[in-house]
């Protein structure tokens, strides 16, 4: 099985940080890696497939890189509506998701 | 704009079988691959498995002995079993699409529903 982890489990920000999150996969994965934030209460919302393809809809402030075994996630200029929990997801083998990475207001 | 709305009891007895329905309403179920996702309380996501429109699933090895999927095109649904349930198995209960081709990539999800395993 794949394992997931993701660096920080938590992070406290202010409006107009930048943010980055880092996922890292137990095995290559290629750019099989996808992002998703989740709200308290809310379902999981796609923002970043194959690595770092923006999914539409999503702010431009959202981007994704990485390939391999080491992923990021950036938020440019953090805003109010961002303070959510991010979770990367691995697609290559078998789904799974990292344990999430938790914004909250500083 | 397509929408996915989850149904069942919220309260199954240990051992006993755990039964969710996904409504698809806005599009067609058609030709695509249909998943059930759950998330224990406080915790992270775990992918429980997937069906398509023809029938044929794959089911996360850790749970694959005791998940059944099934799918009904002409009600536009989708459904889950899972037997032998304990309380490990409380958890919010989504079902979500993919955007297609079985990638794993999930683009729509339902509000989750949550099911409590207790006597």
């Known amino acids: 099985d794949i394992q997931m982890t993701q660096s920080p489990s938590s992070l406290s920000a202010s409006v107009g940080d930048r943010v980055t999150i880092t996922c890292r996969a137990s095995?290559?994965?290629?750019?099989?890696l996808n992002w998703y934030q989740q709200k308290p209460g809310k379902a999981p919302k796609l923002l970043i497939y194959?690595?770092?393809s923006l999914q539409s809809g999503v702010p431009s402030r959202f981007s994704g890189s990485g390939s391999g075994t080491d992923f990021t996630l950036t938020i440019s200029s953090l805003q109010p509506e961002d303070f959510a929990t991010y979770y990367c997801?691995?697609?290559?083998?078998?789904?799974?998701f990292g344990p999430g990475t938790k914004v909250d207001i500083k | 704009q397509v929408q996915l709305q989850e149904s069942g009891p919220g309260l199954v007895k240990p051992s006993e079988t755990l039964s969710l329905t996904c409504t698809v309403s806005?599009?067609?179920?058609?030709?695509?691959?249909w998943s059930w996702i759950r998330q224990p309380a406080g915790k992270g996501l775990e992918w429980i498995g997937r069906?398509?429109?023809?029938?044929?699933?794959n089911y996360n090895p850790s749970l694959k002995s005791r998940v059944t999927m099934s799918v009904d095109t002409s009600k536009n649904q989708f459904s889950l079993k899972l037997s032998s349930v304990t309380a490990a198995d409380t958890a919010v209960y989504y079902c979500?699409?993919?955007?297609?081709?079985?990638?794993?990539?999930?683009?729509?999800w339902g509000q989750g529903t949550l099911v409590t395993v207790s006597s």
């Open positions: 979500a699409r993919d955007v297609g081709y079985g990638s794993g990539t999930y683009d729509y």
């Open positions: 806005g599009g067609s179920i058609s030709s695509y691959y």
């Open positions: 069906i398509y429109t023809s029938g044929r699933s």
């Open positions: 095995q290559s994965i290629s750019s099989y």
């Open positions: 194959a690595a770092s």
């Open positions: 997801q691995q697609t290559y083998s078998a789904l799974s």
